[in-house]
């Protein structure tokens, strides 16, 4: 059975909206997860991160991979992990192991996110700004309905059913990846006798581990001085080392021959280097209300899980109208128009999260929320479209996963970013000031926006 097309974009956006699926669910779990574990906010924090550090590093990794090795293996093979962690997740003995399976789990929606944009990009030639909105509607829908039927299934089944919900989608992907994905020709790099050193080489382990290494000392670091409130031995100790590895990792970099990360081509092509930091502020902005409300909701406004879940409906629903829209508008305007009007909503929402006070009614965080919910929209076409106008398209697998990784890094920023301002305890202070910050930020993201060029690459690199 030849399930064409539409097939293939069934695939894909059910395979990648379990990442923000399962980011959005465990935003309500926090609270839960806290009172079950006996942990602080700080700590269990790390229920987040570690989805996040992993899938910083997965991203570009699958997506050299796919490269190397063909998408659709990547794609599929990300389903199977999907579907052993969450079905392994509920059963974790403890909190440690839990985040164990997360981080599995994250691995596996990495290497579908980081080779799905690329499918729809080699198989759909046609109004690709289109087919983007197409996914960004998944991915929207996800955000939509994440918040609330988390809410409802802790509620009523606890948290281990935001794992068991996963399979249903994970096996309606894979029927139809298998039936839809071309297959891909294997890569001239890869040969049958290559030895285990040249397949590492190939994919550039040391790269890899030294990326690890630095980001999650440096996250280490600065999540224990925010816990303790003092800088100590162990913050100067992990901190120096996550800097020094980090100063090693950029040097290995430049000098590798196949680069994990291929930094001169940040140079080589700046408009790519651009979109990748602003995609990494507006994750910034965007994680930092998705995360830091639902919490605000349960600790300060005390609503209860359903009812979080619910007010959280209005950023997912507003993304979910708007991504079509926003998709033809970008196909007859291009990206920069739509992404200067984004940075202008998340301004006027951080706007309203600064002047919330404890007696402010519940709706003007569900008005912010539905600016972010707009913007969001925007920003998951325009990005998009944003990155294939300036990335050449033989080097697609390996842009997608950096742009990714923008994205994970933005989102680890923004739980600091929280933990930070918050500290161990929600307070109403504390969110204006968050919000302060955001509306700083967004209002930086506005300029970097009108400044951006929509030249992109030529069209025979692209071509």
């Known amino acids: 059975m030849n399930v064409g097309k539409k097939g293939l974009m069934l695939a894909v956006g059910l395979g990648i909206m379990l990442n923000p699926l399962n980011s959005s669910m465990i935003s309500v779990a926090i609270s839960r997860l806290q009172l079950v574990y006996q942990l602080d906010f700080t700590a269990v924090s790390w229920i987040i991160l570690s989805f996040y550090i992993a899938s910083a590093v997965a991203q570009p990794v699958m997506g050299k991979c796919s490269d190397l090795f063909g998408r659709r293996k990547i794609f599929l093979m990300g389903l199977v992990i999907v579907f052993v962690s969450s079905m392994l997740a509920p059963w974790s003995p403890s909190f440690s192991w839990l985040i164990v399976f997360r981080i599995v789990q994250s691995i596996g929606t990495s290497m579908m996110v980081a080779v799905g944009m690329a499918i729809v990009r080699m198989n759909v030639t046609e109004k690709q700004a289109s087919a983007l909105s197409t996914l960004a509607i998944f991915l929207s ?10 809410g409802v299934l802790i509620h009523w089944w606890d948290w281990h059913s935001i794992f068991i919900v ?6 309606v992907s894979f029927w139809f990846g298998w039936k839809s994905i071309p297959k891909d020709e294997t890569s001239p790099s890869i040969s049958a006798h290559m030895s285990i050193r040249q397949w ?3 994919i550039d382990a040391p790269g890899i581990l030294m990326f690890t290494l630095a980001l999650v000392t440096l996250l280490l670091g600065l999540l224990s001085v925010n816990s303790t409130g003092d800088i100590s031995s162990w913050h100067l100790l992990t901190g120096g080392i996550g800097i020094i590895t980090l ?12 680069p994990f990360i291929p930094l001169r081509t940040f140079a080589i092509y700046p408009e790519m280097t651009w979109v990748n930091v602003q995609y990494m502020l507006v994750n910034i902005l965007f994680y930092a209300l998705f995360f830091g409300v639902p919490t605000y909701l349960k600790q300060v406004r005390h609503l209860n899980e359903v009812y979080t879940g619910m007010s959280m409906l209005a950023l997912g629903v507003c993304s979910l109208i708007i991504s079509p829209i926003a998709g033809r508008w970008i196909d007859r305007s291009g990206s920069r128009p739509a992404l200067i009007v984004s940075a202008g909503l998340m301004t006027v929402g951080s706007l309203f999260i600064a002047v919330m006070n404890e007696t402010s009614p519940i709706v003007i965080i569900i008005v912010a929320l539905a600016l972010f919910g707009i913007s969001n929209g925007l920003n998951a076409v325009g990005m998009q479209a944003a990155l294939f106008k300036s990335t050449p398209k033989e080097m ?8 990714n990784t923008s994205r994970y890094l933005g989102t680890i920023l923004s739980s600091l970013l929280i933990g930070i301002v918050m500290g161990d305890t929600f307070s109403v202070t504390g969110f204006q000031i968050l919000g302060v910050i955001l509306t700083v930020l967004a209002a930086s993201l506005i300029i970097m926006s009108i400044r951006s060029k929509e030249d992109g690459v030529n069209p025979e690199q692209v071509n």
């Open 200 to 202: 590492l080489a190939l």
């Open 141 to 150: 829908g996800a955000a939509a309905i994440g918040p609330f039927i988390g």
């Open 247 to 258: 100063v090693i990792f950029i040097r290995h970099e430049l000098k590798a021959a196949t």
């Open 166 to 171: 996963n399979i249903p989608f994970v096996m």
């Open 396 to 403: 697609i697998g390996v842009a997608s996963g950096i742009f």
